[in-house]
């Protein structure tokens, strides 16, 4: 008897992380679910069941599904990595005045570094998600990042850190399909997930928004320091002060406080004197773009025109990639781009295939 | 999962005894008077209370009417620390181990709170307790002394009797939470000496949700839940008709329990031999000599506890790292920490407690795959390094 290929599945308790699960077993893996606990909810303030992906509900959703598959299913402790990979820096961005990105430094640091641990340590052949992605062979059988069949779900983006060691033991399920496709399986094969809410935003930051978290979890001394004036572009008027630079993103233009009879918007985030640019919406259009601390999954070019893509939903748009360094990239836009935002990751592809990325630092 | 599946870990809970399986179908209906009640259903349902205060006072050498029955040993516990605490004016201070369940050392806790004071008795990493530290802390002004019977974690015996007479010398009361002695070792209660005993009918083979408090006829006795008059005004609520009957069921296996236990002994030691002797760099946590004849607890160095559970648990086996309470918790055990174990030694802890159901079979095939998955991982840990170089 051949020994069933073992795979363990990262399960949030959510609908594509369930179908992901479920769709191993029907194909016949040896399944293992895992959840990993990252944040302490006695701490949160997420409503329970508010579709987000860290409340404990969810573990408890995680478990009953994996006990209708009949699988085992553990929930790893990851608070303290979380803390220390995630929540830090995603505080620290803000603080210097940049939209940071959360999921990818949990796919990084957890999902895609303590689970492909957990992988060999509980004996599995794979680390399955629930995300949606493709792992295909091109012609010449190398193994690649593909994004999903679904294009509007695509979560390559969160995914450009991945190791390429690690690619060919990767499954990603539901990368296949198309999330109504995803919602039927469930429903068909009677999980109980299958009508839950997607899980949209910061799984961490609750119901009360980003600000309210950093201010849960920054000293109001730290964030005193932050308060700044609004001044207007390019004549420098003063339009008033602000209540700190985390307030703000680039593109920004509800909840500036500014009674103006044009629309403005944030142009530009000055962390020397805390100063919030604004201005009319052609100031937040660049045609280029530096990116450090990039990775890549498969080799690019040289000054290669790529498809990239500057945020989450964001349609890749035609960029030559000139190489400046080891780990550093200036990008030209074939066409101005509207806020390109420090802190948030460019992201490489060529067709369809995810090549890598690197975070947009400031021009 | 593997289809054939093998518990181990009988000092977190047991399996319904196959008797007293048999017994609960053929009650199933007849059960569900209120005892309280006079008509016929009522009579039922005291009846079955009935013999089973009979059943567990004979098992325990006390009177019946020293019994009172509760949802476990949790509340039997907290009835004592905190009633004592409530009602005994003239003596406030309080005594226990600092390796007790967390229903006692948060209990003390809280009673700390209140203004009492506790003293813990320290353990050493044989698990003996520090019985010098003891007797300098128990004075006039000591009104309760709780220690456990026996170890959760590391099965270790401690003596209670002698312990029970120091504290009787100053006047103060005496409690063990006898939970982990119970069907694994005879518990003679009128021999023990001890004011108050706690027992969970579940650590038993019989099911959740009844428990046991003992409570000495010359001690002072007074009621934590409000209610009925049941258990004579000690304890309020309706009872746990068919968890008592369960209960008083096992109370009848004096003759297996002195049986099991020298199976169990045997069995313990054997794993103990070939596990130490297959395995490097393993030891037995606490003292291998005055401990309960089901329990085994290791250390196994460079090897994650929990990591090491799951991955026997895939293949079908039940143990625990350390106490049920902890598990899903990052923290090592608190009762290793306490007996001045590292915490890298007390992430690497194992416990197999074995019960009446284990075969000699069950235990190899056990001994096999823990021996085959140390090897995995403590191999994984270095080709890791190299591989993924994190």
């Known amino acids: 008897m051949i020994k069933k290929k073992r795979v363990l599945v990262a399960m949030s308790g959510g609908v594509d992380s369930s179908a992901a699960a479920a769709l191993l077993v029907d194909q016949g893996y040896d399944v293992v679910g895992a959840t990993m606990q990252v944040w302490d909810y006695s701490e949160c303030d997420i409503t329970e069941g508010s579709g987000t992906c860290c409340s404990s509900i969810d573990v408890d959703d995680a478990r009953a599904v994996a006990d209708h598959l009949k699988i085992p299913f553990y929930v790893l402790n990851c608070e303290a990595k979380f803390k220390a990979a995630v929540i830090d820096p995603f505080l620290k961005s803000y603080l210097d005045g940049q939209t940071p990105l959360p999921c ?32 295909l062979k091109n012609e010449s059988g190398e193994m690649g990042i593909y994004t999903s069949t679904d294009d509007w779900k695509d979560q390559t983006y969160f995914l450009f850190t991945l190791d390429p060691k690690i690619v060919p033991h990767l499954l990603f399920p539901v990368g296949g399909m198309t999330k109504p496709e995803v919602r039927a399986y469930c429903e068909q094969r009677g999980i109980q997930t299958a009508k839950k809410k997607d899980s949209t935003g910061i799984c961490f930051v609750g119901n009360k928004g980003y600000d309210h978290f950093i201010e849960s979890q920054v000293s109001k001394e730290i964030l005193d320091t932050k308060k700044g004036l609004i001044k207007r572009l390019p004549n420098g008027e003063v339009m008033g002060p602000h209540q700190g630079i985390h307030h703000y993103t680039l593109g920004q233009s509800k909840g500036l406080g500014l009674t103006h009879h044009e629309k403005l918007f944030v142009v530009k985030v000055d962390i020397t004197d805390n100063t919030v640019w604004v201005g009319e919406e052609k100031y937040l259009f660049s045609d280029q773009a530096q990116v450090v601390d990039s990775h890549l999954i498969n080799s690019v070019q040289d000054q290669e025109v790529l498809g990239v893509k500057i945020r989450y939903q964001h349609k890749p748009s035609m960029a030559k990639v000139i190489k400046t360094g080891d780990t550093t990239f200036k990008l030209e836009f074939l066409e101005p781009q509207r806020a390109v935002t420090p802190g948030q990751a460019a992201v490489f592809y060529r067709g369809r295939q995810l090549l890598g990325g690197g975070w947009i630092t400031k021009n | 999962m593997n289809s054939r599946l093998v518990y181990l870990d009988h000092n977190a809970t047991t399996p319904l005894h196959p008797l007293v399986k048999n017994s609960l179908i053929q009650e199933l209906d007849s059960h569900f008077g209120n005892p309280s009640s006079i008509h016929w259903a009522g009579r039922k349902a005291k009846n079955l209370i009935r013999n089973a205060r009979q059943n567990l006072s004979e098992l325990f050498s006390v009177s019946p009417l020293e019994l009172i029955f509760t949802s476990g040993a949790s509340e039997s516990n907290n009835t004592v620390i905190q009633t004592l605490f409530l009602n005994l004016k003239n003596r406030t201070e309080y005594i226990c181990s600092a390796i007790e369940h967390p229903s006692v ?39 309760l002394v709780s220690v456990m019977l026996a170890n959760n974690e590391t099965g270790n015996l401690f003596p209670i009797k002698r312990m029970a007479e120091m504290a009787h010398e100053k006047g103060a009361l005496f409690h063990t939470d006898a939970v982990q002695g119970l069907g694994k070792i005879d518990v003679n209660l009128k021999d023990l000496g001890v004011d108050y005993a706690s027992f969970s009918a579940h650590k038993f083979y019989a099911l959740k949700g009844s428990g046991l408090l003992y409570c000495k006829k010359s001690s002072p006795q007074f009621p934590f839940l409000f209610g009925g008059a049941q258990e004579r005004s000690r304890r309020g609520g309706t009872e746990n008709v068919l968890g008592i009957m369960t209960f008083g069921l096992m109370a009848k296996m004096k003759k297996e329990i002195t049986e099991e236990s020298l199976r169990l002994e045997k069995l313990r030691d054997h794993m103990q031999q070939q596990i130490l002797k297959l395995i490097p760099n393993t030891r037995v946590t606490g003292s291998s000599k005055n401990r309960l004849p089901n329990t085994l607890s290791l250390v196994i160095d460079g090897i994650d506890g929990e990591t090491l559970l799951m991955n026997l648990d895939i293949k079908g086996f039940a143990v625990s790292t350390g106490a049920a309470c902890s598990s899903g918790n990052p923290e090592p055990s608190p009762v290793l920490l306490a007996m001045g174990l590292s915490r890298a030694e007390a992430q690497g802890s194992l416990r197999v407690s074995l019960g009446w159901q284990n075969t000699e079979d069950e235990i190899n095939d056990f001994i096999k795959e823990l021996v085959l998955s140390v090897q995995r991982l403590r191999l994984i840990d270095t080709e890791f390094q190299k591989d993924f170089e994190l």
């Open chain 2, 105 to 143: 050392l948060k209990t003390m806790q809280h009673i700390e709170s209140l203004g009492a004071l506790v003293h813990r008795i320290p353990v050493s990493r044989e698990g003996q307790l520090d019985l010098e530290f003891y007797q300098n802390v128990l004075s006039e002004k000591t009104a």
């Open chain 1, 104 to 135: 990818v430094n949990c796919n990084t640091y957890l999902k895609f570094d303590h689970l492909v641990r957990k992988m060999k340590e509980l004996d599995c052949d794979y680390l399955a998600t629930g995300h949606y992605a493709q792992v």
